[in-house]
């Protein structure tokens, strides 16, 4: 069982918005602004989308974004495209003892 | 551009240790920044497992700590992973990673390209 837990799939039409929850305790995504979210495409390696909560790294489409609320963080993509079908997932600090922890992941199909 | 690279042997039999060594070029560890070593089993999610500060501080997944050991050899400009009686649930794809930040990580923002470790007789 993953510490972050994220909704298994979601899916959604070409040009459409959708967003990924990944919810957390009061002792990872609740207390750091030190939520990331990954890419991870079939036999490849995980591709860093959005660190800090909301920050985009250089070459990372605009369509990415990135939120928090409370234990819960958020990425949505808007105006979906095929080639954004993959499997995403968070990351969270979570202090110096468990240090970080990993999302279970969402698989998205672009349909 | 940093650029990291897996390596070690692919196959580990039950009870032995699992060693793999992340190169790291386009970037010097001693500069700064923690380095990471995830894996993923088949078919299953990301696990973290731990994490080297470019000073040697050591951070490790408590699920995993009583087994593991990651090292840095700021001379070779790698770091590496040593993975203590293994069994077939350590059969995974293995990831290096860099996280840059300075207080605390940011995020893994380059990756090496994985290799997979089968623990098999």
């Known amino acids: 069982q993953s510490a972050l837990t994220q909704p298994a799939s979601v899916s959604g039409s070409p040009g459409q918005s959708i967003t990924i929850s990944c919810t957390g305790t009061?002792?990872?995504?609740?207390?750091?602004?030190?939520v990331s979210w990954y890419q991870q495409h079939p036999g490849k390696a995980p591709k860093l989308m959005i660190s800090e909560v909301g920050k985009r790294p250089s070459g990372v489409s605009n369509r990415f974004s990135g939120s928090k609320s409370g234990n819960t963080a958020s990425l949505t993509i808007s105006g979906l495209q095929a080639e954004d079908e993959a499997d995403y997932y968070c990351c969270s600090y979570a202090g110096s003892s468990t240090y970080l922890v990993f999302g279970g992941g969402t698989k998205l199909t672009v349909l | 551009q940093v650029q990291l690279q897996e390596s070690g042997p692919g196959l580990v039999k039950p009870s032995e240790t699992l060693s793999l060594t992340c190169a790291v070029s386009?970037?010097?560890?001693?500069?700064?920044?923690?380095w990471g070593w995830i894996r993923q089993p088949p078919g299953k999610g990301l696990e973290w497992i731990g994490t080297?500060?470019?000073?040697?501080?050591?951070y490790y997944n408590p699920s995993l700590k009583s087994r593991v050991t990651i090292s840095v050899d700021t001379s070779k400009n790698q770091f590496s992973l040593r993975l203590s009686s293994v069994t077939a649930a350590d059969t995974a794809v293995y990831y290096c990673?860099?996280?840059?930040?300075?207080?605390?990580?940011?995020?893994?923002?380059?990756w090496g390209q994985g290799t997979l470790v089968t623990v098999s007789s």
């Open positions: 009061s002792s990872d995504v609740g207390s750091y602004n030190l």
């Open positions: 386009g970037y010097s560890i001693s500069s700064g920044y923690y």
């Open positions: 990673a860099r996280q840059p930040g300075v207080a605390a990580p940011v995020g893994f923002d380059s």
């Open positions: 080297i500060y470019h000073s040697g501080n050591t």
